[in-house]
């Protein structure tokens, strides 16, 4: 089964920007479509962005016009390029399947920060 290991985490300023990479251990081509999830302390896990194979992205209200999500099938990696961060970004951020549910393993996600 494909492993996920999310990087690119850190600490920034609200303003800020960040560039998570979510590298498997196999062919993503078959994971479609493909997105990154978040869980802020005290939260439920949420969808932000998804990309289909065909890369063809979607995006949750709170994260349009500041996430971009993209993916590279031939290096088997999922993008998210985050900017104008805010304070409310803050928390785990995963990648994994979108449908019909995440359905891999989940990774040990990368910790994003924004102060304010």
């Known amino acids: 089964q494909v492993q996920l290991v999310e990087s690119g985490g850190g600490l920034v300023q609200a303003g800020g920007s960040l560039r998570l990479s979510c590298l498997a251990s196999?062919?993503?081509?078959?994971?479609?479509?493909v997105g990154w999830y978040r869980q802020a302390p005290g939260k439920q896990r949420e969808l932000v962005a998804s990309?289909?194979?065909?890369?063809?992205?979607d995006y949750a209200d709170a994260v349009k016009n500041r996430f971009t999500i993209s993916r590279d099938n031939a290096k088997n990696t999922i993008y998210l390029r985050m900017n104008s961060l805010k304070p409310e970004d803050t928390a785990v951020y995963h990648c994994?399947?979108?449908?019909?549910?995440?359905?891999?393993?989940w990774g040990q996600g990368t910790q994003v920060t924004v102060s304010s």
């Open positions: 990309i289909t194979g065909g890369g063809v992205p």
């Open positions: 196999g062919s993503i081509l078959s994971i479609n479509p």
């Open positions: 994994n399947a979108v449908r019909p549910a995440p359905y891999l393993p």
